[in-house]
């Protein structure tokens, strides 16, 4: 996909936001990997790489031998333009990997002026929009940080949220996909049936928001 990328670079604005190779990127070995995460910032680079709580996961995932984190974030909207003419998904700065070849697609929730960022970025990973319509083999969709405290606006979108710091509970997220994900096989659909005690977990679809 790296060449259909390169192709409409130089007929957007800023097109060292969607290269990625910045010095002290992480790129790791898909096939060793057990656990794949999109880290998604719903803003464009600028703003996202500017963000600390985007290097500390970042850094704490990229630290297990069994997981991957990439970065993904939202395109202005003249490369949106190409990418749709195009059908160009959207796709991780460190791979160039579709977003939905992952196994996670998280969000970091900064601001509610972001949550119409969120839908576009899911439609532009050629994702469904509701929860409800996703299938087995398509990525986990996670939404967490400050706004998610509140999850009732984008609970009819997002499988799971993560309330609290991020940091605190990353590591057992993605112990308890691996198990899950281990003994039954999927990539995602029945995973909010997985039994943890972890209250930072919400799941919209067996939560009484």
Not at 182 to 201: L, V
Request: glycine share 6%; with cysteine; proline share 6%.
């Amino acid at each position: 996909m790296l060449k259909q990328i390169e192709k409409i670079l130089l007929k957007v604005q800023k097109p060292a936001r969607y290269i990625g190779g910045e010095w002290n990127i992480i790129r790791k070995n898909w096939a060793e990997t057990a656990v794949k995460v999109a880290f998604a910032f719903p803003d464009v680079y600028e703003i996202g790489m500017s963000h600390l709580g985007l290097q500390i996961l970042y850094h704490i995932v990229n630290s297990r031998a069994d997981a991957l984190m990439e970065r993904v974030f939202a395109p202005w909207p003249d490369m949106e333009k190409m990418m749709r003419e195009r059908k160009i998904p959207l796709y991780s700065l460190e791979s160039y990997r579709p977003v939905r070849d992952f196994d996670l697609f998280a969000f970091t929730l900064q601001s509610e002026m972001t949550y119409t960022n969120v839908l576009n970025m899911l439609d532009l990973a050629g994702l469904p929009l509701h929860s409800a319509e996703r299938k087995d083999g398509e990525p986990l969709v996670i939404a967490g940080g400050p706004c998610a405290c509140n999850p009732e606006p984008l609970a009819d979108f997002i499988d799971l949220f993560v309330i609290g710091e991020g940091e605190e509970v990353i590591q057992e997220l993605l112990d308890l996909y691996k198990l899950v994900h281990k003994r039954r096989n999927f990539s995602g659909r029945r995973f909010g049936k997985a039994k943890t005690p972890n209250t930072s977990f919400s799941f919209p679809d067996q939560t009484n928001l």
